[in-house]
């Protein structure tokens, strides 16, 4: 019998989180572990600006967060989010496709690598499905983003697919991720395998130091 008191349903409570974590928990949790004070970086798809929020927690004051969204109405929600946490000072918002995403960076801080770049694929739930991420804009915005992170820095993707979302995205990012170079990049590929409700799978793409391959563990 463990120390833990039963409840009435004869059930024991959970003393510590879930070990099996879901793809949204998974890039936060890989994110947290690079990104500090004063870094750069990149949200893909603000939504409704969580991951936003977060990477500007993170960053803290001395750090810049770009955030884009192809949705007017999601960067409104978005700004709304870090201005009642006080994180709108080292946000910038932008409404438009994260595919230029590598040319605004280019302007805002050139030259500066990113520590991290997220990626939350798919629609908003409760807008416009037909705004859903897309496999060409995603695989241009990834490759920005790999160009440009640091060593050590990551590109992490919750990649939702099937319902309206479809395959589509899914297979191409997948033959993109699996194409990345081994020599220049880590990449993992972590999903649920026993529910039939297409949870999003979580996909990690780290940059190595230069001449190091990562070695089998
Ligand atoms: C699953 S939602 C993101 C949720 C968000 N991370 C959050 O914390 O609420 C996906 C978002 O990607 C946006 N999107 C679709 N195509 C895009 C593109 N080419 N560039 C940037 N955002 C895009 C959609 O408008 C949608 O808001």
Redesign the pocket.
């Known amino acids: 019998m463990t120390k833990e008191k039963m409840s009435q349903d004869g059930a024991i409570p959970l003393a510590k989180p879930p070990v099996v974590r879901n793809a949204l928990a998974l890039s936060h949790e890989y994110v947290r572990k690079v990104v500090g004070s004063g870094d750069l970086v990149v949200?893909?798809?603000?939504?409704?600006?969580?991951?936003?929020a977060f990477l500007a927690e993170l960053a803290g004051p001395d750090g810049l967060v770009l955030a884009?969204?192809?949705?007017e109405d999601?960067i409104r929600r978005t700004r709304d989010r870090l201005e009642t946490l006080c994180l709108l000072d080292r946000c910038r918002l932008f409404a438009?496709?994260?595919?230029l995403f590598g040319e605004r960076l280019d302007g805002i801080a050139p030259g500066r690598p990113l520590a991290a770049v997220?990626f939350?694929?798919?629609?908003?739930?409760g807008?416009d499905h037909a705004?859903?991420?897309?496999a060409p804009?995603?695989i241009a915005?990834l490759q920005q983003a790999m160009a440009r992170l640091r060593p050590g820095g990551l590109a992490t993707v919750?990649l939702?697919y099937g319902g309206d979302s479809g395959f589509e995205e899914r297979d191409a990012v997948l033959r993109f991720v699996e194409s990345i170079d081994v020599h220049a990049f880590a990449v993992q590929k972590t999903e649920m395998v026993n529910s039939r409700s297409c949870p999003p799978i979580f996909l990690c793409i780290e940059k190595l130091s230069p001449g190091k391959v990562r070695p089998p563990a």
Do not use: C, I, R, S
Request: cysteine-free.
């Open positions: 949200d893909a798809t603000a939504g409704n600006g969580h991951d936003t884009f969204d192809v949705q999601a438009e496709g994260h595919e997220m939350n694929l798919g629609y908003l739930p807008a705004l859903g991420t897309k804009t995603t915005a919750a939702y």
